[in-house]
């Protein structure tokens, strides 16, 4: 049996919630889905888990990480669980309990923060990135997507950083002081919480000097009459780099990077590197990346950026490499070359440059507008939602569209559900497709 049958949208459901983002926005979809009459139930794994969800429905798992597959397994066939909703799944607990959830026959959901930011949340039936049903074929998008209207661009939901560190800090501090609580959890992240909001201690209190600085560098890009190309840092901790990249690291992903555009970039043109906006400064990207390219000898040809507009920097490039950061979701609605080393959702032909990375530099190809075009109304009609994780106003509309599509039976719908997956995983240390002959 798989999880990929027919749903039965008209009887009633049992949702099992894991780990959520640490928002209210998870309780707020049980709230809505028990209005459609279905059940909804969650295990906490810890802290943080207990404070976001208060509601009823929940149980403790306190247990080790060794006895969580046969716990999750007996919790799915006790409850006669249909559907698992989470977020992160490559998560290693969560990995354990899709796993689980397949072999049961249980529909597996996944929410995330939205491909088509910055106020849409993701809401893919089966998985994401390498695990994603969305159509990897042109001609399936095209003809998915005839018929769907032009998203609204507008910007409805803002959502402050005060916000969001405030959820992270509830979330993440109890689980430190409070850990006696559930001896058995195990973070995924890669940093220990007090050493990330000390990063960012740091990071705050030079922001306003390094936003000035990359503006001024973005300006000076743009006005230099050389070629440049732009690659946007993703998270040291972001599953999509860590699970759906042929890279072990960030680090391993800048060195490969700059040694194919020292080779073959044309002479005079530059990299542009910018940093996440969401990092917390624990490793020194800046000096990696000088560290990096002086030992290869063209560090007159790297910039590196800590700020500034990412979509500024993108509209007087040559082109946009990523692993596979959203970042290139933005490069193509701007109608730029992109070339995707990892997997990706939008790593199509005919919208990312599908040459390796080696001749991408010398002959970088943008994407077809048509395609383009109906890739962003299917992406928007089938696994986007309008909503966001930390404004009272952006979890209600996410809430209640996520409630009502999986109410409906609709996610993936229409036509963006392939089975099965069309992508594969990347083996990692596997370069030489994306990159070409070395």
Request: hydrophobic residues 45%.
């Given at each position: 049996?798989?999880?990929d049958m ?18 209210p926005?998870f ?6 889905l ?8 969650r ?9 976001f ?18 716990f ?5 066939r006790?409850h ?13 607990y ?12 249980v529909?597996?959901?996944v ?35 005839a018929?769907?209207?032009e998203p ?29 609580l ?10 220990h ?22 503006d ?26 860590r ?50 390219a ?5 560090a ?25 950061s ?14 995707v ?8 032909a005919?919208?990312?440059?599908q ?18 075009a109906a890739l ?12 966001n ?18 109410h ?20 990692k ?5 994306a990159?070409?002959?070395?």
């Amino acid at each position: 049996m798989t999880a990929d049958m027919t749903i039965n949208r008209s009887a009633p459901r049992t949702f099992l919630f894991l780990q959520g983002p640490s928002s209210p926005i998870f309780a707020k979809i049980a709230t809505r889905l028990e209005a459609f009459g279905h059940t909804c139930l969650r295990i906490n794994l810890n802290v943080g888990d207990q404070i976001f969800w208060r509601r009823g429905g929940a149980f403790n798992y306190r247990g080790s990480m060794s006895a969580w597959p046969a716990f999750v397994e007996a919790f799915i066939r006790r409850h006669a669980v249909s559907d698992l909703v989470l977020l992160g799944e490559e998560r290693p607990y969560h990995q354990v309990a899709t796993a689980a959830a397949r072999k049961a026959g249980v529909a597996v959901f996944v929410v995330e923060m939205g491909y088509l930011r910055p106020d849409w949340l993701t809401l893919e039936r089966g998985g994401m990135s390498s695990n994603s049903h969305f159509p990897a074929e042109p001609d399936q998008i095209l003809n998915a997507a005839a018929g769907l209207p032009e998203p609204d661009w507008r910007r409805r939901y803002e959502q402050s950083f005060l916000a969001e560190a405030t959820c992270d800090l509830l979330y993440n501090l109890p689980n430190v002081f409070l850990w006696f609580l559930f001896p058995g959890y195990r973070r995924h992240g890669i940093f220990h919480p007090l050493a990330e909001y000390a990063g960012w201690v740091l990071r705050l209190a030079t922001r306003g000097r390094q936003q000035r600085a990359a503006d001024a560098l973005i300006r000076s890009l743009a006005s230099d009459g050389r070629d440049y190309f732009v690659y946007p840092l993703q998270l040291e901790t972001d599953y999509q780099l860590r699970a759906h990249s042929p890279f072990n690291s960030q680090k391993e992903a800048i060195r490969a990077i700059l040694a194919s555009f020292a080779r073959h970039a044309p002479a005079g043109s530059k990299l542009a590197i910018k940093s996440h906006p969401l990092d917390n400064g624990l490793i020194r990207w800046r000096e990696v990346v000088a560290e990096a390219a002086a030992k290869i000898g063209i560090a007159d040809r790297v910039a590196y950026l800590d700020g500034g507009n990412l979509d500024a920097l993108v509209q007087g490039s040559a082109g946009v490499v990523t692993v596979n950061s959203t970042a290139g979701l933005h490069a193509l609605k701007q109608g730029k070359a992109v070339k995707v080393l990892g997997s990706a959702v939008f790593d199509i032909a005919g919208l990312t440059d599908q040459q390796p990375l080696d001749i991408f530099w010398q002959r970088p190809r943008g994407p077809d507008a048509a395609l383009s075009a109906a890739l962003f109304r299917l992406m928007a009609a089938a696994i986007q939602v309008r909503g966001n994780f930390y404004s009272s106003a952006g979890t209600n509309a996410g809430a209640n569209a996520i409630a009502e599509r999986l109410h409906r039976g609709v996610v993936n719908e229409p036509g963006a559900f392939i089975d099965p997956p069309p992508r594969r995983k990347p083996a990692k240390g596997t370069l030489s497709t994306a990159f070409g002959s070395r």
